[in-house]
T-cell receptor, first 111, second 115 residues
């Protein structure tokens, strides 16, 4: 079983749509959770951290369920520029600062 | 702030040669740097963790004699791919941390092609 599992997609949605991505992780000791965005042939960029209480940043909302070891990302009012691969990332749960990356969910927003 | 650079951004080399990739933190001191590799349509896989002034810690399955890592200062880490083979062709990305769990800044990556 992968440490961080994501649906690879692609999710093909029209502009303005709402789209949700899910992720599960296997290490119950993980303490930090993130969503990163990666454009084709580029490095990943931090989109947002995910907190237990859930958090929102503009059109993006992230939720964490520690009991189910489940993380979600909701994107409202999709823009063409949102087309990218979204990576679910958790830390290793120890003092090493290691990050474990999911394989990503690809989003295509069409006009 | 928190800018990480990598050099070169891409490199093509012949099989059997060695390639050095540099990772620099430009505006902060990186106590820990990480080296990742990403094959097409796959996720980032951590290769090794390096702390300034000490030996790197390699992930299982990564050959330390093939992928030499040096973290000689708080702003520079280097990855040398020795005796490169075509299967080493990949996107190599470094990240740097100043020591906080939530702060890991990624370099722009180096695309290595071994012919």
């Amino acid at each position: 079983r992968k440490e961080v599992e994501q649906d690879p997609g692609p999710f093909n949605v029209p502009e303005g749509a709402t789209v949700a991505f899910n992720c599960t992780y296997s290490n119950s000791a993980s303490q930090s959770f993130f969503w990163y965005r990666q454009d084709c042939r580029k490095e990943p960029k931090l989109l947002m951290s995910v907190y237990s209480s859930g958090n929102e940043d503009g059109r993006f909302t992230a939720q964490l369920n520690r009991a189910s070891q489940y993380i979600s990302l909701l994107i409202r009012d999709s823009k063409l520029s949102d087309s990218a691969t979204y990576l679910c990332v958790v830390n290793n749960g120890d003092s090493s600062y290691k990050l474990i990356f999911g394989s990503g969910t690809r989003l295509l927003v069409r006009p | 702030g928190a800018v990480v650079s990598q050099h070169p951004s891409w490199v093509i080399c012949k099989s059997g040669t060695s390639v050095k990739i540099e990772c620099r933190s430009l505006d902060f001191q990186a106590t820990t740097m990480f080296w990742y590799r990403q094959f097409p349509k796959q996720s980032l896989m951590l290769m090794a963790t390096s702390n300034e002034g000490s030996k790197a810690t390699y992930e299982q399955g990564v050959e330390k004699d093939k992928f030499l890592i040096n973290h000689a200062s708080l702003t520079l880490s280097t990855l040398t791919v020795t005796s490169a083979h075509p299967e080493d062709s990949s996107f190599y990305i470094c990240s740097a941390s100043s020591g906080s769990l939530d702060e890991q800044y990624f370099g722009p990556g180096t695309r290595l092609t071994v012919t």
